[in-house]
């Protein structure tokens, strides 16, 4: 299925004792390019995760953003400095024999001394955080393209329709083309009656004109072309792969076909069918700057 570029998706959950965030946004881009911010402890996630995401996104520029909060149990340890503790307890021992005080320490007391305890934070097991994130991030990835398929159908069916209104206007040149050969025999024959003052003119003569006309106002094969392109662009639309570049060369393609019938039209029916040819292959040439 042909898919947009553009594309948002989010999920949250809490796995294995995380709450994990994950949202995924893309716009436009020519290639794959991928960012993405994660808290500063997990930074680990960061290639991960663009080599997860490389597996679903061709093109386009990708935003991914990671919030990780642990809820079921603390991801710091504390550490009792025991070798501090225990030159505390024996000043305090040596305190009271000394100078005959109460030796009243208690727990609630020394752990009010300052380096009692240690807090460092514990150390991650980076494959289950990786595995949680993972899962939250399928979720949002899953979003993410049903968005950009949702999108990228409707992108096909505005481009078939554009492509509809060029093949009439073609099917129209292709009939009104023949139409302007004889109407040029009639002005010529005219116009040389005029000339000569001679109601008898050389038949040779009106066909040899005749033909040099026809073949400067050919457009038969750039008609052909033109269908031939159409034809590989639905097949394009039609094969679910990422075309994107394919087509946007097929767009100039056509344009060029175009042109080459606009200078070539000698009259004016035709030329206004050129520029609505045109300005419809504009119009597909700015839709499939956002197909994948």
């Known amino acids: 299925?042909?898919?947009?570029?553009?594309?948002?998706?989010?999920?949250?959950?809490?796995?294995?004792?995380?709450?994990?965030?994950?949202?995924?946004?893309?716009?436009?881009?020519?290639?794959?390019?991928?960012?993405?911010?994660?808290?500063?402890?997990?930074?680990?996630?960061?290639?991960?995760?663009?080599?997860?995401?490389?597996?679903?996104?061709?093109?386009?520029?990708?935003?991914?953003?990671?919030?990780?909060?642990?809820?079921?149990?603390?991801?710091?340890?504390?550490e009792l400095n025991r070798p501090l503790v225990?030159?505390?307890?024996?000043?305090?021992?040596?305190?009271?024999?000394?100078?005959?005080?109460?030796?009243?320490?208690?727990?609630?007391?020394?752990?009010?001394?300052?380096?009692?305890?240690?807090?460092?934070?514990?150390?991650?097991?980076?494959?289950r955080i990786w595995q949680a994130v993972k899962t939250v991030a399928q979720a949002a990835l899953d979003r993410f393209v049903a968005m950009r398929e949702t999108e990228g159908e409707r992108l096909k069916n505005d481009v078939n329709s554009r492509m509809d209104t060029i093949l009439e206007n073609v099917a129209y040149i292709?009939?009104?083309?023949?139409?302007?050969?004889?109407?040029?025999?009639?002005?010529?024959?005219?116009?040389?009656?005029?000339?000569?003052?001679?109601?008898?003119?050389?038949?040779?003569?009106?066909?040899?004109?005749?033909a040099i006309f026809a073949d400067k106002i050919a457009v038969a094969e750039e008609t052909v072309r033109l269908r031939s392109h159409i034809d590989q662009m639905r097949t394009f639309l039609d094969s679910g792969e990422a075309v994107g570049k394919k087509m946007d060369f097929l767009v100039q393609e056509m344009n060029r076909e175009a042109n080459t019938i606009g200078s070539k039209a000698n009259d004016v029916a035709i030329a206004r069918k050129v520029v609505d040819i045109k300005a419809e292959i504009e119009k597909i040439r700015e839709q499939i700057q956002n197909i994948e």
Do not use: W
């Open 86 to 127: 225990k030159s505390y307890l024996a000043a305090y021992q040596e305190l009271s024999r000394d100078f005959g005080l109460e030796n009243d320490i208690k727990v609630s007391g020394i752990s009010r001394v300052s380096d009692i305890f240690t807090v460092r934070k514990q150390e991650a097991d980076e494959e």
């Open 174 to 210: 292709e009939e009104r083309s023949p139409e302007t050969v004889k109407e040029y025999n009639e002005k010529l024959v005219a116009r040389l009656k005029e000339l000569l003052e001679d109601t008898h003119i050389e038949e040779q003569r009106i066909l040899t004109e005749a």
């Open 1 to 78: 299925m042909i898919k947009s570029m553009t594309g948002y998706g989010r999920a949250q959950s809490v796995v294995d004792g995380m709450n994990i965030t994950v949202e995924l946004k893309s716009v436009n881009h020519r290639y794959f390019e991928f960012t993405s911010r994660t808290p500063r402890s997990y930074g680990f996630l960061d290639e991960k995760l663009k080599s997860f995401f490389m597996s679903a996104i061709v093109r386009g520029k990708a935003e991914c953003y990671v919030s990780i909060e642990t809820v079921e149990e603390p991801d710091v340890v504390i």
